[in-house]
């Protein structure tokens, strides 16, 4: 009798143990909400902070790697976090880091157009996604794969890298790293160097880019966005 009941609480409790053998093994990704509130980052073509675009994009691939099955933590949601370095040192204990930010491009492209009556900067040159990795980070080759294996599965969703900052002028001249995927070397970048895991930036879409603004802040193209990026990690990690 004893022996029944107790191979009933062992059948009751499999899926449960089986859940958690799985948790403990799921990689933990830090997701890093590029800028804080005094300096925001770009400002898209009509007046948005790139702090409020990251914020919303992070939480949303959050979500998505959660369903995946990986762990995740938040890294500079509330806007405070100035110092870049403490963002690594807090990601130390993941094993892997994603810092989430939105494009502009360089200050000589930028035209000016009225919205909502007041004057903002615009270019509709570029669009696109963008991803970098730094061979000063100790972990090179796992960050390379992780960020080939974002991009593949951004371009498999549909969306197209950058390709720009690879070009031959003042501010750009980030080589590629993986071409096909849009990812580019940007070794000083202090989040990517600095970061004691793998690390990864991801420049989701142009946001001086008017119709790139507007797609970025729909809740089907970043929910398709983040699926994506998701996707990418849960592969390479
Ligand atoms: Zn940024």
Same mark, same amino acid.
């Given at each position: ?6 191979? %009933?609480?062992?059948? +009751? ?21 590029? &800028? #804080? *509130? ?8 009509? @007046? ?6 990251? %914020?919303?994009? $992070?939480?949303? *691939? ?9 762990? =995740? ?5 509330? !806007?405070?976090?100035?110092?870049? =370095? ?14 989430? &930010? ?25 669009? !696109? #996604? ?10 090179? =080759? ?7 294996? *974002?991009?593949?599965?951004?371009? @498999? $969703? !549909? ?25 580019? /070397? /940007? ?39 983040? +699926?994506?990026? +998701? ?7």
């Amino acid at each position: 009798m004893r022996l029944i009941v107790y191979n %009933r609480a062992v059948r +009751a409790l499999f899926p449960l143990l089986l859940c958690v053998a799985a948790s403990a093994h799921a990689a933990t990704v830090a997701i890093d909400v590029g &800028h #804080f *509130i005094e300096e925001p980052g770009a400002t898209s073509a009509r @007046g948005r902070p790139e702090l409020d675009f990251n %914020r919303d994009l $992070a939480v949303e *691939i959050e979500s998505a790697a959660r369903r995946d099955g990986l762990k =995740t933590m938040l890294i500079g949601y509330d !806007g405070f976090m100035s110092e870049l =370095t403490r963002r690594t040192a807090a990601a130390a204990a993941a094993d892997f880091l994603l810092s989430v &930010h939105h494009d502009s491009v360089q200050p000589h492209f930028l035209e000016s157009w009225e919205f909502d009556r007041v004057e903002r900067a615009f270019s509709d040159r570029y669009s !696109g #996604f963008s991803l970098f990795v730094s061979r000063k980070n100790r972990s090179l =080759t796992r960050s390379l794969a992780c960020a080939s294996a *974002i991009g593949e599965a951004l371009r @498999g $969703a !549909g969306f197209s890298p950058s390709l720009y900052h690879a070009d031959p002028i003042p501010g750009e001249n980030k080589p590629f790293a993986d071409r096909r995927n849009g990812v580019h /070397y /940007y070794d000083n970048l202090i989040v990517l160097k600095t970061a004691r895991t793998p690390a990864v930036l991801l420049e989701a879409g142009v946001i001086v880019n008017r119709d790139e603004e507007l797609r970025v802040q729909s809740e089907e193209v970043r929910r398709r966005i983040a +699926a994506s990026v +998701a996707d990418g990690l849960r592969r390479c990690l």
